[in-house]
């Protein structure tokens, strides 16, 4: 018959039981492609894979943190109708996109106007944002109406061939559409430009 086990070997038996189901776990871990579990989440901020603009879906196409020393300023995130890996390509690439920030501090509407404006100015010459000035104040008013931006908002840059540069906080419309393809690319490159506002966030804008 079966021999019965004393007190302190069941004991060992449970320990044992519990050191392989602990193996188990951290070998399924490790096996995950790296970022599984936090695919898409920044700052504990979960990024959609694909969102519509204009009818068109688009795909994710980076998504990164912008900080200046420690301070963290905001979670940032492209969306193209096609994958790019290059800021050429994505400046140069025609159709629907949007860049989406979303603050993790409190931001007043002059702090992003300058901020904006700087960027505007770090990759364009003199004559061309003589071209871009009108729509550069246009976009000032927008930023004045939609007032400071506050950790968990979501403001989305959108641009469709049909409606221009629309501005949305949480959902919300702002100002008119400004129009022309040429002023998103020029928001774009405070991003993606040759002097980006940011070189990492610049980088992760693009999948690096």
């Given amino acids: ?3 019965r086990r004393t007190p302190s070997a069941r004991a060992s038996l ?6 392989l189901a602990l193996t188990l776990c951290v070998g399924s871990a490790l096996a995950m492609p790296p970022g599984h579990a936090r695919a898409n989440v920044v700052e504990g901020m979960r990024i959609d894979d694909a969102i519509r603009v204009g009818g068109k879906e688009l795909q994710l196409n980076g998504t990164g943190l912008r900080s200046a020393f420690i ?3 905001y979670v940032a995130a492209l969306y193209l109708p096609e994958k ?8 140069g690439g025609h159709g629907p996109k949007r860049l989406q920030i979303r603050p ?3 931001v007043a509407p002059d702090t992003f106007i300058k901020a904006l404006n ?7 010459s003199e004559i061309q944002l003589q071209r871009l000035s009108e729509r550069m104040l246009q976009l000032r008013h927008t930023m004045e109406q939609m007032g400071t931006a506050r950790k968990g908002d979501v403001i989305n840059f959108d641009f469709s061939p049909d409606g221009g540069t629309m501005v949305a906080i949480n959902g919300t419309p702002r100002g008119k ?7 998103y690319q020029a ?6 430009g040759d002097h980006p506002v940011d070189r990492e966030l610049k980088r992760a804008l693009l999948g690096g």
């Fill in 14 to 19: 449970r320990r044992r039981a519990s050191q």
């Fill in 84 to 91: 790019a890996r290059n800021a050429t390509v994505v400046l």
């Fill in 177 to 183: 559409p400004i129009p022309g393809e040429d002023f």
């Fill in 118 to 124: 700087d960027g505007l100015r770090e990759n364009h």
């Fill in 71 to 73: 301070l963290k300023g």
């Fill in 187 to 192: 928001v774009l490159r405070v991003f993606l």
């Fill in 104 to 106: 993790l501090r409190e």
């Fill in 1 to 3: 018959m079966f021999s």
